[in-house]
């Protein structure tokens, strides 16, 4: 390989790295508009109730989500029409414990856990620009994405 092709090659992996402006989760980029979330899942998705949401957010899109192994309900959170949150409820009780110890095989240790009555796991996603939460209490499981911060997001 000549130093050319490897600057070339160089070059094309940097472009394809995601910026804070096309962080994503799965088929998704914040800032879609709930139609595009919904024509994004290929139809796994509908319009979502309208109720209010986290942070002055409204429930867009809702639906199903099924992925290595996990089977979720899925809950798309938008603000001033553009996409800021996704939260996934974890079906089945007995898998939180698992997920957690895939979310540690894929993301390392938590640089940051609390726990009360919820415990909060959270890493850091710099790949796809995203702060992933897991919430664990008891019975239920839910897994929050949302963008990180610009300064946080890969540029």
Not at 11 to 17: N, Q, R, S, T, V
Not at 26 to 52: F, H, W
Not at 77 to 102: A, P, S, T, Y
Not at 107 to 114: A, I, M, S, T, V
């Amino acid at each position: 390989m000549g130093k050319g092709s490897w600057l070339w090659g160089l070059a094309l992996f940097c472009i394809a790295l995601p910026s804070a402006a096309e962080a994503h989760w799965r088929y998704t980029r914040y800032g879609m508009t709930p139609a595009e979330v919904i024509a994004a899942s290929g139809g796994k998705l509908k319009r979502g109730t309208g109720q209010p949401g986290p942070e002055g957010t409204t429930n867009g899109a809702t639906g199903r989500f099924e992925a290595d192994g996990y089977s979720y309900a899925a809950n798309f959170f938008f603000r001033q029409g553009g996409l800021v949150e996704i939260r996934l409820d974890l079906d089945g009780e007995e898998n939180c414990l698992r997920l957690r110890e895939d979310f540690v095989r894929i993301y390392g240790q938590p640089p940051d856990f609390r726990q009360s009555i919820v415990s909060h796991w959270t890493w850091r996603d710099q790949r796809w620009g995203n702060r992933v939460r897991l919430l664990s209490l008891a019975r239920y499981c839910q897994v929050q994405y949302v963008a990180l911060p610009a300064g946080d997001a890969p540029e």
